[in-house]
Nanobody, 121 residues
Framework: QLQLVESGGGLVQPGGSLRLSCAAS????????IGWFRQAPGKEREGVSC????????YYADSVKGRFTISRDNAKTTVYLQMNSLKPEDTAVYYC??????????????WGQGTQVTVSS
């Protein structure tokens, strides 16, 4: 029953904002770091952000620094990605994934199915 379910994607104008959610079930979220990734058409999957199991450490790709913010609410078993100042190049399917290292080692072992984000030109 292990699940990571992304939601909150949609269509926005350049400069707009979205907040993505990653809802976890079937495991204890407190023990896992969670990363956000994205894959645009014709491109490789790209790491976007990661948050440690406690929420004490966060990491961002250069392409989203200053625009995106990752956070988590372990009591709600949910991780969020606030995306501001969106650009057309942010258009992608966004995925969350768990990292059993608890501190964003990059060894992700389970992935959600993704949510579509489209930023119009």
């Amino acid at each position: 029953q292990l699940q990571l379910v992304e939601s909150g994607g949609g269509l926005v104008q350049p400069g707009g904002s979205l907040r993505l959610s990653c809802a976890a079930s079937g495991f204890t979220l407190d023990y896992y770091a969670i990363g956000w990734f994205r894959q645009a058409p014709g491109k490789e999957r790209e790491g976007v952000s990661c948050i440690s199991s406690s929420g004490g450490s966060t990491y961002y790709a250069d392409s989203v620094k200053g625009r995106f913010t990752i956070s988590r609410d372990n009591a709600k078993t949910t991780v969020y990605l606030q995306m501001n100042s969106l650009k057309p190049e942010d258009t992608a399917v966004y995925y969350c994934a768990r990292d059993p290292s608890q501190h964003c080692d990059g060894e992700y072992d389970y992935w959600g199915q993704g949510t579509q984000v489209t930023v119009s030109s």
